[in-house]
């Protein structure tokens, strides 16, 4: 059997911790939207957006374009939100493929968007998913930025 692997992504953050978190679990469709060079589309096909689960299907450029069904997982203990690719084009090359991000308070050191992308590979040929932590990473600078200025 494969073993997960695990990658990850600090991101300082400006703005609030708890401010950054609540703008992406209440408005993950203006998040979207905010990145047209990365996020094509969305659909929720399952729950809503006051859901702690949902699935949504997702088109996306990270590399290529790509889309798939995603199912959206909030943890607010955690501050935490986790996509996992359940169907779509990632699965050719990872078997198992989840995305997280934790919004952490660093106390006088302000707070920071913690990404971390857990995957089996579907065969050794294929690179780990470093792309993916990019994307994450200019996601959570643009929308702190965002929420700095706002």
């Given at each position: ?90 699965l050719r090359d990872f078997e198992v493929f989840q ?52």
């Open positions: 059997m494969a073993q997960i692997a695990k990658i990850s992504q600090q991101v300082q953050l400006k703005c609030c911790g708890h401010k950054f978190y609540e703008f992406f679990k209440n408005k993950m469709e203006c998040v979207f939207q905010m990145f047209p060079e990365i996020c094509c589309s969305w659909k929720v096909l399952e729950g809503n957006e006051f859901s702690h689960v949902r699935v949504i299907h997702l088109k996306y450029v990270v590399g290529s374009p790509k889309e798939g069904k995603t199912k959206v997982t909030v943890d607010d203990a955690n501050k935490s939100i986790t996509f996992e690719c359940v169907e779509g084009d990632v995305m997280k991000i934790e919004v952490v308070e660093n106390g006088s050191n302000g707070s920071s968007a913690n990404w971390s992308v857990e995957y089996v590979k579907a065969n050794e040929d294929v690179a780990p998913p470093y792309n993916y932590l990019l994307c994450g990473a200019k996601v959570s600078k643009g929308l702190d930025e965002y929420l700095c200025n706002s």
